[in-house]
């Protein structure tokens, strides 16, 4: 399996669409989508349920963002370049391309 260069719980920045520049938190991956909390939101429209007492109505969800629209970022909120490094037990690492630092998992 390929190493993702972006994956959920990672802080990301929107390159192209109506939310361009802001930043958010990468809540779900589905390859080559993904969906950033609070961001990209459409409006859902929901039935009225009898059974649950739940009312109808408009709702906000977010929808999902392809992830050549995204772009990760480090702690400053700079935007980097992810690449990928081969340790010598075989396992791959991410790499900020920059720096040289490793990216930490969340």
Do not use: Q, W
Not at 24 to 40: A, D, F, S, T
Not at 42 to 57: D, I, L, Q, R, Y
């Amino acid at each position: 399996m390929a190493l993702k260069k972006i994956r959920k719980n990672d802080k990301v920045k929107l390159v192209a669409g109506k939310d361009k520049g802001k930043t958010g938190i990468v809540k779900e991956m589905r390859y080559p989508l993904c969906i950033v909390e609070g961001l990209n939101l459409v409006s859902h429209f929901v039935k009225a349920n009898p059974n649950t007492n739940e009312t109808g109505g408009v709702r906000k969800k977010e929808a999902p963002v392809h992830v050549s629209n995204v772009v990760l970022v480090d702690e400053t909120n700079t935007p980097i370049k992810v690449g990928i490094k081969i340790m010598k037990d075989g396992t791959k690492k991410r790499i900020n391309k920059k720096t040289g630092k490793e990216i930490l998992e969340v």
